[in-house]
């Protein structure tokens, strides 16, 4: 994974970027996630979820929501927790199972001691403050009750960053190009205990390692284009580079065979 300039940093928490562009509606997120049906072994991220919330009942809140992957699952599979979904977009929010709220994670509208359990999934990188962020998951949980969040390593999809440096160097006429921005690089799985471990007690990492590996480089032009609501922090211009990377990809697919992408993810489980 790359490390973000600050400039990047602040865009990847910006409040504006992430309700009215990246996340103003499911495609991005959803072409992001797409990428993952190539990945061995598969990993049901819900259903894992649904594994660490087995001895919870009343009051779930997923932060930071998105497309609702998790809240449908859970609404299907556990019809005894009331769960409530809610995000920065209300776009995003269009489409998924109700009840659903507009928050902002950083100031939830709830009591304190409310929740029995919080969904922080892939969020907590977008949020302005991480720490006073999980103060703030902190004080509505209930003493006892459990937080899952999850994030990608430091090392996740490494072979998707050199093939956009090596495609914004072509653009550019350079050797090697910008970095690419990381979404995760403020809270990736190698930082995520220590940010957590400051107000939350017994940390359990699940580390999820795979590999993917495509024959058609569709699915990586999806995947690299997703990231367009920060293309203006890309130091090069993004539609060409895009299109080179898919260059890149489909010669090295057909010399190859195909092009291989090593993942590391993680989900993080704690109690208050």
């Known amino acids: 994974m790359t490390s973000n300039t600050a400039q990047q940093d602040a865009a990847v928490a910006d409040k504006s970027i992430l309700a009215n562009s990246a ?50 699952r859970l609404h299907k599979d556990r019809p005894d927790l009331q769960v409530i979904g809610m995000d920065i977009s209300a776009g995003i929010l269009a489409d998924v199972e109700k009840p659903v709220l507009v ?9 304190d001691n409310s929740a029995d359990a919080l969904l922080a999934l892939h969020m907590l990188y977008h949020v302005g403050d991480i720490e006073a962020t999980i103060k703030e998951l902190a004080r509505v949980l209930r003493p006892g009750g459990v937080l899952i969040a999850s994030t990608n390593s430091d090392t996740d999809k490494q072979e998707l960053d050199r093939l956009w440096a090596r495609a914004a160097g072509d653009i550019l006429g350079i050797p090697e190009g910008p970095a690419r921005v990381s979404l995760s690089s403020r809270f990736s ?33 999806s995947h690299l284009a997703s990231y367009e609501a920060w293309a203006d922090q890309c ?30 993810g993680g989900i993080l489980t704690c109690r208050r």
């Open 23 to 72: 996340y103003a509606d499911g495609r991005h997120l959803a072409a992001r996630q797409s990428i993952y049906r190539w990945q061995q072994p598969h990993y049901d991220l819900p259903g894992i979820v649904l594994e660490e919330l087995a001895g919870t009942s009343g009051i779930v809140l997923d932060v930071g929501c998105g497309n609702g992957k998790f809240v449908s």
């Open 103 to 111: 928050a902002d994670a950083q100031f939830l509208p709830f009591a």
């Open 189 to 221: 799985l190698e930082k995520a205990p220590g940010y957590l471990g400051t107000t939350f007690k017994d940390i359990r990492v699940r580390e999820l390692p795979g590999a993917i590996e495509i024959t058609d480089p569709a699915p990586i032009v």
């Open 235 to 264: 130091g090069v211009p993004f539609r060409e580079t895009v299109s080179r990377a898919a260059e890149i990809a489909a010669a090295a697919i057909k010399t190859e065979g195909s092009f291989k992408i090593t993942c590391l």
